[in-house]
């Protein structure tokens, strides 16, 4: 009876759409929901990591290079074979990082932009902004990918699928693209690749409707066990291991 009535209401509000008074709320009250799961994620998840420095209060964007050597020296990543892609390069900061410390000569680095800045507007930031030229690798062992996920990735995974399909390579995926949009499809197409040891690491993590966002569907929609080992700037910048 109580089923009935719960259908019946659903369906009378499809032909009186009432709920439409509070539309204008929608995107605060989706906020909400998410900030709220990231609180309670937090706190679930705040103690028995490698690094953590939560809570702090202020943040010092530098720390994630001190988040990237303890990921580093933890999984013993400067000699093993990785295969390492970046999402959201800009002036190639974090790629180059990655790509002096690891010394093995048949380890893979891609990087993959627009470099036309943000193909949409984020927080603060208008599209187009953070605009980059795109970088000199200076190493056989990298290259950059120019243009949209939705149009580079794919073509990206078929042309190199025996070798990022390798299991005796370490993936470390850097997720820096800001956007709820770029990370969910990226998280999307890496799926079926992702093995036990995998390395993915956030860089806006604690952005709600973003990078926290495609990080929470993610999981839930693919069953994906994500472990959090490392963080700083209270989650902004956060580490995981696939298990």
Same mark, same amino acid.
């Given at each position: 009876?109580?089923?009935?009535? &719960?259908?019946?209401?659903?369906?009378? $509000?499809?032909?009186?759409?009432?709920?439409?008074?509070?539309?204008?709320?929608?995107?605060?009250?989706?906020?909400?929901?998410?900030?709220?799961?990231?609180?309670?994620?937090?706190?679930?998840?705040?103690?028995?990591?490698?690094?953590?420095?939560?809570?702090?209060? /202020?943040?010092?964007?530098?720390?994630?290079?001190?988040?990237?050597?303890?990921? $580093?020296?933890?999984?013993?990543?400067?000699?093993?074979?990785?295969?390492?892609?970046?999402?959201?390069?800009?002036?190639?900061?974090?790629?180059?990082?990655?790509?002096?410390?690891?010394?093995?000569?048949?380890?893979? /680095?891609?990087?993959?932009?627009?470099?036309?800045?943000?193909?949409?507007?984020?927080?603060?930031?208008? &599209?187009?902004?953070? %605009?980059?030229?795109?970088?000199?690798?200076?190493?056989?062992?990298?290259?950059?990918?120019?243009?949209?996920?939705?149009?580079?990735?794919?073509?990206?995974?078929?042309?190199?699928?025996?070798?990022?399909?390798?299991?005796?390579?370490?993936?470390?995926?850097?997720?820096?693209?800001?956007?709820?949009?770029?990370?969910?499809?990226?998280?999307?197409?890496?799926?079926?690749?992702? &093995?036990?040891?995998?390395?993915?690491?956030?860089?806006?993590?604690?952005?709600?409707?973003?990078?926290?966002?495609?990080?929470?569907?993610?999981?839930?929609?693919?069953?994906?066990?994500?472990?959090?080992? %490392?963080?700083?700037?209270?989650?902004?910048?956060?580490?995981?291991?696939?298990?």
């Amino acid at each position: 009876m109580i089923l009935r009535i &719960k259908k019946f209401l659903k369906d009378l $509000l499809l032909f009186i759409p009432a709920t439409l008074i509070i539309a204008p709320l929608n995107k605060l009250m989706l906020f909400l929901v998410f900030y709220n799961r990231m609180i309670l994620w937090i706190y679930k998840n705040k103690n028995g990591l490698l690094l953590c420095d939560f809570y702090t209060p /202020f943040r010092d964007y530098e720390k994630r290079y001190h988040l990237y050597q303890t990921v $580093l020296d933890h999984h013993q990543l400067s000699t093993k074979k990785i295969t390492y892609l970046e999402f959201g390069v800009a002036s190639g900061s974090s790629f180059n990082w990655w790509l002096k410390q690891n010394n093995n000569t048949e380890s893979l /680095f891609r990087g993959f932009d627009t470099f036309e800045g943000l193909p949409e507007n984020w927080g603060g930031y208008a &599209k187009g902004a953070m %605009a980059h030229g795109v970088p000199v690798a200076g190493d056989q062992r990298a290259a950059y990918v120019k243009g949209l996920f939705q149009e580079t990735v794919n073509q990206f995974l078929t042309n190199n699928h025996p070798h990022i399909s390798d299991s005796s390579y370490t993936r470390v995926i850097h997720l820096d693209a800001d956007l709820y949009s770029s990370t969910a499809f990226v998280l999307s197409q890496l799926y079926p690749y992702l &093995k036990k040891g995998d390395l993915i690491l956030f860089d806006e993590f604690n952005v709600p409707l973003h990078e926290f966002r495609a990080y929470d569907e993610f999981t839930r929609n693919f069953y994906v066990q994500l472990k959090p080992i %490392a963080a700083v700037n209270n989650f902004y910048q956060t580490a995981f291991e696939v298990v």
